[in-house]
């Protein structure tokens, strides 16, 4: 036995003999759960571990409740708090408290998207987000203390409810994370900038999922882009929905470019059956204006486009950035990094991105469906001043993706 293999035998030795660290108790609250959905996209993810490309990450934490509001006729919920011995709670507050009477877990993940919820007039799936985290502050008010919590994707389709949600992690001084999986998976290329880039005009792509859930992602994908451009992020002073025909006749008044759109276009990998975007039937475009003067948008291409693609244009530079933002159809790994980031903020307290940019997205998502039930009328939105700057090092998954 050589000296290395001497050294690596007493650290393997020594590491198993040594205690291992109690994991953070989770309580985890959801509305539905069944196989590939975003309660198992996350929480199976936190029971079992997750991969990043060819590197294992075992779970930090430890699952030790479940609130669930609809089982599902292939639930999985149920069976997995069964085979990993966690009880199934009849309420949210039963969930966070243990059966203590006050609070007894060191974190919790909501995860409120699926199930059997009503739509509203303004295409708004009416996700019961706010309901379920109320619930999750009221037992923090009364326990005197609160723990970290992560809310899946947008924090509500209204956005009042949205900044109440916010105030209160301000008021109680706990963590809040959420946010899409598609602005932190992988990118193909690797496309990236540091802060304070000199981005002049920026433009998402997507597909033809156009109620709030599907604009959702690609405003993300936006965000944490454009985000890192000169001056930090000052919020977003309007929005404006547009459909069919108007989308084009908007490029052609300058209020987006083509040339954009091409060189997003230009990193897709699984391309629909439209062969071209003036073909596409229902084109839908969110105009984002922010309060510095810069414009954005997110153009959704249905039967042309099945991924999420972005392009940026830099100032100085001729050739416009672009990249695919890498979805695997086959596993949803675009929520490894996402729970990767969830476990950072449920372990130590820390963020891997500001909650501020989902809270602008969950903004400008609510008043571009106003815009659009209002009959894609330009909507001004002074309320969404919301100034914060981006991490130093961006936050997403590194490689090609698997």
Excluded at 20 to 30: D, F, H, L, R
Excluded at 144 to 164: C, I, N
Excluded at 323 to 339: A, D, I, K, Q
Aim: charged share 25%.
């Amino acid at each position: 036995m050589n000296r290395r293999e001497f050294l690596q035998l007493t650290a393997t030795a020594v590491a198993s003999a040594a205690p291992s660290k109690p994991k953070n108790k989770i309580a985890a609250v959801t509305t539905t759960y069944f196989f590939r959905s975003h309660a198992d996209d996350v929480i199976t993810r936190e029971l079992e571990g997750y991969w990043l490309c060819e590197d294992f990450h075992p779970t930090p934490i430890q699952i030790v409740s479940l609130y669930l509001d609809q089982t599902h006729p292939a639930d999985v919920g149920v069976k997995l708090s069964r085979a990993y011995g966690f009880p199934r709670k009849a309420s949210i507050a039963e969930a966070l408290t243990l059966g203590t009477g006050k609070l007894a877990v060191d974190g919790v993940v909501l995860v409120a998207e699926h199930g059997d919820y009503p739509f509203n007039e303004k295409q708004q799936q009416l996700y019961p987000r706010f309901e379920f985290f109320s619930q999750i502050v009221d037992v923090f008010q009364k326990s005197g203390r609160s723990v970290p919590v992560y809310s899946d994707k947008h924090l509500s389709y209204d956005w009042t409810k949205a900044k109440r949600m916010y105030d209160w992690s301000h008021e109680l001084k706990f963590p809040l994370m959420a946010g899409s999986s598609v602005s932190v998976t992988f990118r193909r290329p690797e496309v990236d900038f540091p802060l304070d880039t000199e981005i002049e005009d920026a433009l998402a792509v997507g597909s033809g999922w156009v109620t709030d859930g599907g604009i959702f992602h690609n405003l993300e994908v936006l965000q944490c882009f454009v985000e890192r451009r000169k001056g930090g992020e000052t919020g977003v002073r309007a929005v404006h929905h547009l459909q069919g025909d108007e989308v084009w006749r908007a490029a052609e008044q300058g209020l987006w470019s083509k040339d954009l759109m091409h060189a997003a276009l230009n990193r897709a990998e699984r391309p629909g059956k439209v062969a071209r975007p003036e073909d596409v039937k229902g084109p839908v475009l969110c105009l984002v204006e922010y309060n510095d003067g810069f414009r954005g948008g997110a153009l959704m291409l249905p039967g042309l486009v099945n991924e999420y693609l972005a392009a940026i244009r830099v100032k100085g530079q001729r050739q416009i950035q672009s990249t695919l933002m890498y979805t695997p159809p086959e596993n949803s790994n675009n929520f490894s990094m996402l729970v990767h980031g969830i476990n950072q903020m449920l372990t130590t307290g820390t963020r891997p991105y500001p909650v501020e940019r989902t809270l602008l997205t969950t903004g400008a998502l609510s008043f571009l469906m106003e815009s659009a039930y209002r009959g894609h009328k330009r909507i001004e939105t002074p309320m969404l001043k919301i100034k914060y700057r981006a991490p130093e090092k961006s936050f997403y998954a590194h490689g090609r993706g698997c």
